[in-house]
């Protein structure tokens, strides 16, 4: 394997990474936004617990992929950044607002109704940012981002604001609420709460199964290069049926009330669909123009970047593993009822 | 306003607002995890009541500092396509370790600000050591990308692409290491010395207590022994600058004439129509004596540029003056803070006052030198060889992203203020504390 491409691979798994963790931190604040029922309340506390203490560390996934994209692959960075700018500020902007109101909601100290504002700035821009993350992955694949010189083909809406783009972003809104629900019916600290979110995964786990459909169903007029390779490689029917059936074991989970198995096998099918979607999109960066190839970093950076990244990752993963061992493990969850008792 | 200009507008917005947070979020920890050495030390409760106060403004400020830093890095991409194109590889292995100090400085920061009773009290303790040691090491994975901008290095430059790159070498320019160094110092003495004031200011309102007064003298020690420290780096970032970007050093000085003994201007005003800066208190052979550590030293003017490639003069001149300036009252009252210190005289009232009206200075000096540094590049973004207006976006209507960015700043700027005045002034354990004090 080239340097080129195990970046290009570390950039995928990054991806992989950053919807796992930072994309059911998303799903959390949907959740926030849709609260209701009697223990209303109950649910917020538990969504601010469960994202408080590793939203920062989780978000630092999506910089690590901007880096060694624009790191490895500069040429199809800067047409990212020309063609996708709008929806690409709306990111920002979401990412922004999300970050700012949920320190705000949580040491806000005045009146109420002003932190429920927060509340609500904070939920609504946790639901729209990975709507346009859905959008930007949706327009790398669809031959609609063609930049020559520095200037954008199809203006700067036309690249995006398009059927399939649009419905690449409510599946991933769909699967992020999905894993989150999964996650959350995990920290919760009582049976009631844990059927709220049971309920909420399964929801939110059909609707993402119609929206896959309807995406794929799209992709047949104007996604065609990457439906044809979802249909046509058996790699990628092997990660589909694989993904099927971690989506299967989660639903049972949830069904049977097994939150743990729930959990994994959701996280297990969310990352098969982030993988299945690199794959077919090999070796295209941006399709119909950039591949890997064409706007690669010299191979001597890439090697270089491709060894910081091994170095960084032996004391990244010891302490990712402690940082979630210290909350997301069971004696985290056991402390949180604790509490709540 | 055109294109250009917004998009610059935008990023010297988005940089100005950012620098702010990553500084207290580099020196903030520092404190913090001084304050807690101190109460594993003493067992003395103030430190520790200082240590999670701190740590909970340290919380809101690094969220804010994380998602503005994200806007960074976006804004190099959409704003400034070109540039990333032709320079991302190059630029891209600071960025990279720089992703995992921040990566480091996240998972720690989150285990120190909600694991105080999770975890065994010396792993508390190191991982904000590790917070405070990451966010150093983010620092400077980034200015050293702003250094290479000035002195770009590690490459062959061939039919205006860059061909043979060295990672390494380019990440290790000249103008990157004291960059680093005086952006690193500079982050310490501006939240040094506001932490300083804050508290100096509740000194004065609550009276007498303890608790201020270790917030001071931690905030003191850092900020005074960092602008010290300042002078030494100042001065080799000068001659570094004098070495490689002589056109900087003349607009930094309104030096408009090539000469040996060349005078150091101490404010004036620069009339770059008339080539001359009047106004000046000239203190002869000083600028050739600072830059080149020679008084009969030859100091290029701006006069060996063409005028259209000068920077904005007057602003860098005002700038840089007032970075320097500000430095200097700052150097003048540690050396006297330091002297009170020993004769137990620094929490007399107008000492306070004093400390309270200093404290905005270390923030000023701080932007006024990113003023300097890159209103001084101009109008290159990549030094001599990529014009910033060559590197701009094709994407029209930049003025509405601004405007748009300028708006939720200036919201977030406000709100994040008053939290902060709420947390460190009015929480209840202000009062008790207060209250032990007046038993």
Known sequence: MSS?????????????????????DYGAGLWDLLCHGPRQSEQRHLIEQAIGPVWEANHVWLILTIVLLFSGFPDAFGALCVGLAIPLFLVLLGIVLRGCSFVFRSYFTGERRTQLYWGKVFSISSSMTPLFLGILIGSISCDSVIIHGGVSENGFLKTWLLPFPLSVGILAV???????????????????????????????????????????????????????????????????????????????????????QARIAAAIQVALIVVGW??????????????????????????????????????????????????????GVTQQEQAGD | MNNLLAARSQMGMSLAFHIIFAAIGIALPLMMVIAEWRWRATKEEAYLQLAQRWAKGTTI?????AVSGTVLSFELGLLWPEFMRSAGAIIGMPFSLEGFAFFLEAIFLGIYLYGWNKIPSWFHFLSGVIVAL????????????????????????????????????????????PEAVHMILAAYTAAGFATAGIHGWLYLRRGKNRFDEVAIGIALAVGGTAVLLQGVSGDALARMVAATQPAKLASLEGQFRTETGAPLRIGGLPFPKERVTKY??????????????????????????????????????????????????????????????????????????????????????????????????????????????????????????????TITYLILGVITTWLLGKHVIASPETRLIEKEETV
């Open chain 1, 4 to 24: 080129v491409s195990l970046l290009a691979g570390a950039i995928l798994a990054s991806l992989v990474m950053y919807s796992l963790l930072a994309g059911a």
């Open chain 1, 174 to 260: 769909s699967l992020f609420a999905y894993l989150s629900a999964c996650y959350l019916a995990v920290d919760a600290g009582n049976a009631e709460l844990r059927d709220d979110f049971r309920l909420r995964g399964l929801i939110a786990g059909l609707v993402s199964i119609a929206m896959a459909v309807i995406t794929y169903v799209i992709a047949g007029s104007s996604a065609v290069g990457i439906r044809e390779e979802l249909s046509n490689r058996p790699v990628a029917w092997l990660i589909e049926v694989c993904a099927l059936g971690s989506m299967i074991v989660a639903f049972r989970g949830l069904l049977l009330r097994r939150y743990q």
């Open chain 1, 278 to 331: 690199g794959i077919a999109q090999y070796p295209y960066l941006i399709r119909p123009g950039i591949t890997i190839a064409n706007s690669a970093a010299p191979r001597n950076v890439a090697a270089a970047i491709d060894v910081a990244l091994g170095c960084g990752a032996i004391v990244l993963i010891p302490s990712l593993t402690m940082l979630f061992a210290i909350f997301k493990g069971t004696r």
């Open chain 2, 61 to 65: 400020l690094a969220a804010v500092g």
């Open chain 2, 134 to 177: 990451s966010g150093l090491l983010s620092a400077m994975f980034v200015t050293l990308v702003n250094g290479w901008m000035n002195t770009p290095t590690g490459f062959v430059l061939a039919d205006g692409k860059f061909t043979n790159i060295r990672p390494f070498a380019a990440m290790l320019n000249p103008a990157g290491g």
């Open chain 2, 280 to 405: 000046a208190i000239e203190i002869p052979d000083g600028l050739s004596l600072l830059a080149f550590h020679n008084p009969n030293a030859l100091v290029k003017g701006l006069d060996q540029v063409p005028e259209a490639d000068w920077p904005d003069v007057r602003i860098v001149h005002l700038s840089f003056q007032t970075m320097v300036g500000c430095g200097s009252i700052l150097c003048g009252f540690s050396l006297a803070a330091f002297w009170l210190h020993r004769k137990r005289r620094l929490f007399s009232r107008p000492v306070v006052r004093l400390i309270v009206l200093l404290s905005p200075l270390g923030f000023v000096a701080l932007e006024a030198g990113w003023m300097v540094t890159e209103l001084g590049r101009q109008p290159w973004i990549i030094y001599h060889i990529l014009r910033t207006r060559d590197a701009v976006t094709s994407l029209p209507n930049i003025s509405i992203t601004f405007t748009v960015m």
